[in-house]
């Protein structure tokens, strides 16, 4: 399966605001779009000419999360397969501090 932004395998794929849109639009569901100037997503906040931001109907626009790079907003993505009944493990190797 490649990225529908950039091509790239997702297999390949590096951590980028190009995959933190992918996995908006294709695990979370969100309308995800590139923004073609700044966009004012409130609380003082910008999206900057080509960002990713998340175009919602009913509330205003808002930054696509850093799934990619950012643990509390990947969390959300297990949240989401949990919440669909998607069976979801996560590992934990003793040793760990």
């Keep these: 399966m490649n ?3 950039c091509e790239t395998e997702i297999d390949e ?3 980028s605001r190009c995959l933190d849109a992918w996995v908006a639009k294709a695990v979370m569901d969100e309308l995800a779009l ?3 100037s700044p966009i004012y997503v409130g609380r003082f906040d910008w ?6 931001y998340v175009a919602s109907e009913n509330d205003s626009p808002y930054r696509v999360p850093y799934y990619s790079v950012n643990i509390a907003a990947a969390w959300e993505v297990v949240g989401h397969f949990s919440e669909r ?3 979801v493990e996560v590992w934990e190797e003793d040793g760990f501090d």
């Design 3 to 5: 990225c529908p932004h």
């Design 47 to 52: 999206v900057k000419k080509g960002d990713w």
């Design 34 to 36: 590139m923004s073609p």
């Design 13 to 15: 794929h590096e951590a």
């Design 85 to 87: 009944q998607y069976h």
